[in-house]
């Protein structure tokens, strides 16, 4: 026995180390599945709140159900429809200038002299040097398959995203439709003993990730409405686009509402050319990001979910660090659930011993 025992030891060493990387593994190859159930799962649980709504308004749960999705479904159609516009005047302008300009001076070999004439304000000795590199990118055959294959990895991401956003589509639908059968059968895997204060604590939880997403989807609402308003008034080309985008990038929490900002901006100097319009815009955005940080967000997210702000900050940084934006997005209601949890059944457990 004592000769047996250690190469138990090791043989059972062995197999747990080897069962753990294979769960790993697993892991590893199920992320981005994984992402989108969490991310289907923290939308339904965002859309149960409207959903319970309409049911104390005399509202079926089918149709509730329905109503939202609808919701849901015409926010992704109106940012398609907004970005139609734009693509197709951008290729066309694109077209345009190849068949009106760049195809006629390569065939009168004056290519680079318009250019430099077009750009006066260009260094010559710039254009020069650019023209050098792109003739040297041109003949060298290596760079047309690292350009193709450029190209298709863009394209299998972009398709890759399509479909992720399907499946997580999807994926809601059924979640929506049997969160109480999921909670119902959750609760049965708990002793009976305890039962009374998991149900409890899970309800709690859920209303505060339910609470969370509609107060961010408030604020959303909010600067894409106004945005709208604003961008119309002033003449702004593709309002509908930019306010989309304020839209979405309002749901991302701290940074959002900034990044969003710049690129409407940025969007605006290359739709409208540097005029006043840029200069109004970006003066309207540094007033509206003080309103919401002080006077929107406080109001409704303090209603929402009950995080005290330096834990909101590292709480999103985690997570954005971790999960990308959908972690930054689920970071902070996870936070709210780990006070929950800590404030109900750690503290009162010590306070016990």
Do not use: C
């Not at 907004?82 to 190849?98: D, F, G, K």
């Not at 007033?287 to 709480?315: C, D, F």
């Amino acid at each position: 026995m004592k000769i047996q025992n250690p190469y138990r030891l090791g043989l059972l060493a062995g197999l747990g180390v080897l069962t753990a990387l294979l769960i790993g593994g697993a892991l590893t190859n199920l992320a981005t599945i994984l992402t989108y159930i969490g991310a289907a799962l923290f939308l339904a649980l965002g859309l149960d709140p409207l959903v319970t709504w309409l049911e104390k308004r005399n509202v079926k749960r089918p149709i509730a159900i329905l109503i939202a999705l609808v919701g849901v479904i015409g926010v992704f159609v109106g940012l398609v429809f907004a970005l139609i516009p734009v693509i197709v005047e951008q290729v066309t302008n694109v077209v345009t200038l190849v068949s009106e300009t760049v195809i006629p001076s390569i065939q009168n070999n004056t290519l680079a002299s318009d250019i430099k004439s077009y750009l006066s304000w260009a260094d010559p000795a710039t254009i020069d040097t650019v023209f050098n590199w792109v003739n040297e990118f041109v003949s060298d055959p290596t760079n047309y398959a690292n350009l193709s294959s450029g190209v298709l990895a863009a394209g299998v991401s972009v398709g890759t995203g399509v479909f992720g956003a399907i499946i997580v589509l999807i994926l809601m639908i059924y979640f929506v439709a049997s969160l109480g059968n999921i909670k119902r059968a959750t609760y049965q895997l708990v002793p009976a003993s305890t039962r009374p204060k998991f149900i409890d604590l899970t309800e709690q939880i859920s209303d505060a990730v339910g609470r969370y997403v509609m107060g961010q989807v408030s604020l959303a609402l909010i600067n894409g409405v106004v945005s709208f308003i604003f961008l119309t008034a002033i003449g702004v080309k593709y309002s509908a686009l930019l306010a989309f985008i304020a839209f979405l990038g309002s749901l991302i929490p701290l940074v959002g509402t900034l990044s969003a900002s710049v690129i409407i901006i940025l969007s605006t100097l290359l739709f409208m050319g540097a005029d006043w319009h840029v200069i109004v815009v970006a003066i309207w955005y540094i007033v509206y990001m003080q309103v919401e940080a002080y006077v929107l967000n406080p109001r409704i997210m303090t209603r929402a979910v009950k995080v005290p702000g330096v834990v909101v900050v590292i709480a999103a940084l985690v997570g954005g660090t971790l999960l990308g934006v959908l972690g930054a997005l689920i970071a902070i209601p996870v936070a709210a659930a780990v006070i929950l949890i800590i404030q109900q059944v750690v503290v009162p457990r010590q306070n016990e011993l």
